[in-house]
């Protein structure tokens, strides 16, 4: 009998810490998404760009902990991982301030990814 397929699903775009008042929490929307595949028995990756400091090997191994696959994501020595500062305000909502001219600003297209999205 044959094993089902695994089937490679990438999440693109940015990793990012959301920042609240009593901590942490990583997140951004395509590495959400690649963990849920990854989760769901599939071959969940993140292509996505952090920066080389703390914050993005906190990242990278917290994605790799979970099972992602963590290969794709680049790091910039220029630009920082990024960030969202999170704030509530009288009525319990949230408030956001997103960090601009971070890493995953400046994702590049590369032969890795070309061959990425073909197995895809």
Known sequence: MNAPRQY???GLGEVLWDIFPDGKQL??????FAAMVTALGDRGV??????????GEQAIN???????EVSFIQRDSRHG????????????QPEFDI????AWDYLEWT??????????
């Open 8 to 10: 490679t699903i990438v």
């Open 99 to 102: 960090t601009e001219d971070v």
């Open 46 to 55: 993140i292509a996505s760009r952090v920066g080389e400091d703390a914050l």
């Open 27 to 32: 997140g951004g929307a395509p590495a959400n």
């Open 81 to 92: 991982t990024g960030t969202v500062d999170v704030a509530i305000d009288d009525r319990g």
């Open 111 to 120: 032969p890795q990814w070309q061959q990425l999205a073909g197995a895809a």
């Open 62 to 68: 917290r994605w790799r902990e979970r099972g992602v």
